[in-house]
Antibody, heavy 116, light 110 residues
Framework: QVQLVQSGAEVKKPGASVKVSCKAS????????LHWVRQTPGQGLEWMGV????????SYAQKFQGRVTMTRDTSTSTVYMELSSLRSEDTAVYYC?????????WGQGTLVTVSS | QSALTQPASVSGSPGQSITISCTGT?????????VSWYQQHPGKAPKLMIY???NRPSGVSNRFSGSKSGNTASLTISGLQAEDEADYYC??????????FGGGTEVIVL
């Protein structure tokens, strides 16, 4: 069955970077895209970007341009999302989600807390 | 890219039908048939309910349906049930080769 398993919770200081992983299984990794979506406490969903797991091309939301980097490792079927220059407003649950224009499978979410 | 506009909450009694609107622009909702809807229960990951405006994934109840007119997409839940109480989000592809979510709608079953 399709599974997306994300790395564990992180606590970071303002100005630091965080790298969250998303390991895919149960389907052909390179045949699909993976999106990253975040949800700040008590707020809505926010699209961050998407990576083509075949060629590695990416598209990022304008808000995160210059601060986010999405990469993939086809040998381990894992996608990474790195967010730099963290601030308190980046405290959120970060999800990876499989799909092209819609996401049919989601990871369990990774809580990233930014606090001094 | 501004978030799509959804009502903050919609309520209905069991058995009734409710409709959630999602308003964008010709650069997103109005320009593409890549509108999807997600259901999210507290503490859970979102679940895909509708894709490409009106298609239902396998396993999703046929009580859920989607449509679009101009720059506004809609999700209708018919025969409302207690288990439908959740947050619902629309999502659309945009002309910037990106995606945007709506602000979310809380569905309350009275």
């Amino acid at each position: 069955q399709v599974q997306l398993v994300q790395s564990g919770a992180e606590v970071k200081k303002p100005g630091a970077s965080v790298k969250v992983s998303c390991k895919a299984s149960g389907y052909t990794f390179t045949s699909n895209y993976l999106h990253w979506v975040r949800q700040t406490p008590g707020q809505g969903l926010e699209w961050m970007g998407v990576i083509n797991c075949s060629g590695g091309s990416t598209s990022y939301a304008q808000k995160f341009q210059g601060r986010v980097t999405m990469t993939r490792d086809t040998s381990t079927s894992t996608v990474y999302m790195e967010l730099s220059s963290l601030r308190s407003e980046d405290t959120a649950v970060y999800y990876c989600a499989r799909g092209a224009s819609e996401s049919d499978y989601w990871g369990q979410g990774t809580l990233v807390t930014v606090s001094s | 890219q501004s978030a799509l506009t959804q009502p903050a909450s919609v309520s209905g009694s069991p058995g009734q039908s409710i409709t959630i609107s999602c308003t964008g622009t010709s650069s997103d909702v109005g320009g593409y048939n890549y509108v999807s809807w997600y259901q999210q229960h507290p503490g859970k990951a979102p679940k895909l309910m509708i894709y490409e405006v009106s298609n239902r994934p396998s396993g999703v109840s046929n009580r859920f349906s989607g449509s679009k007119s101009g720059n506004t997409a809609s999700l209708t839940i018919s025969g409302l049930q207690a288990e439908d109480e959740a947050d619902y989000y629309c999502n659309s592809y945009t002309n910037n080769n990106s995606y945007v979510f709506g602000g979310g709608t809380e569905v309350i079953v009275l």
